[in-house]
């Protein structure tokens, strides 16, 4: 089983391909973490990644995708794997047909439709463990006591890419460089649109139909 995530920043593509990866046993590889625990460790992606992911663009077609080979030649990534973030322009989808192989029966592509304001008010009022990385939302999930972890007591906070002025330019790159690639994959008939409105529970189950669909 080898799917693709295709949505907005926000869109709850991370949450639901964890849930998918351990329904299928296979692993989930988000480019987004991978690059914030470089930025974190000061390795020398990181710091080529760090003032780009800051601004709100996207990271270079090459880093990406020397990224992306490196994980996928792993062991746990032979019998399948969940792409969160990846590909992100075109230049990308047909490097990875590349990897994968661009038959029908290779790659799944799930795309989550979220409105650029709902995915606006959750990022902006999203907020993260600084020690064990829980997620919370200050609308949905807050946590219990202010802006302290329920889980470890650590301090809750807003990531630096999560300001409103940020999304909207992570927003606008999106619509710009990603959509076109969804296009692609409808052109294989390989793509499919999911509701990404609603309860978590819910947006699974209509992600489940559209895998067996």
């Known amino acids: 089983m080898k799917i693709i995530f295709i949505g907005p920043p926000g869109s709850g593509k991370g949450t639901q391909a964890k849930r998918l990866a351990s329904h299928f046993a296979i692993p989930h590889i988000s480019t987004g973490d991978m690059l ?91 907020r993260t463990c600084a020690q064990c990385g829980a997620i919370y939302h200050l609308e949905n999930n807050p946590p219990a006591n202010d802006s302290v972890c329920d889980r470890c007591g650590a301090e809750v906070i807003a990531r630096a890419d999560d300001t409103e002025e940020a999304v909207r330019r992570r927003l606008e790159a999106f619509h710009r460089q990603t959509l076109p690639v969804a296009t692609y994959y409808r052109s294989k008939s390989v793509l499919r649109e999911v509701d990404g409105i609603g309860p978590v529970d819910e947006v699974f189950e209509r992600i489940e139909q559209s895998l067996t669909s």
């Open 36 to 126: 914030r625990e470089a930025v974190s460790e000061g390795t020398e992606l990181g710091r080529q990644a760090a003032p780009i992911m800051a601004s709100g663009a996207l990271v270079s077609d090459d880093l990406m995708i020397g990224i992306i080979n490196d994980r996928l030649a792993k062991g746990d990534a032979a019998k399948g794997f969940i792409l969160d973030g990846f590909p992100r322009t075109l230049v990308q989808a047909e490097k990875l047909d590349g990897l994968v192989g661009n038959g029908k029966e290779a790659l799944r592509v799930l795309q989550l439709l979220v409105p650029d304001d709902a995915i606006v008010r959750r990022i902006t009022m999203r």
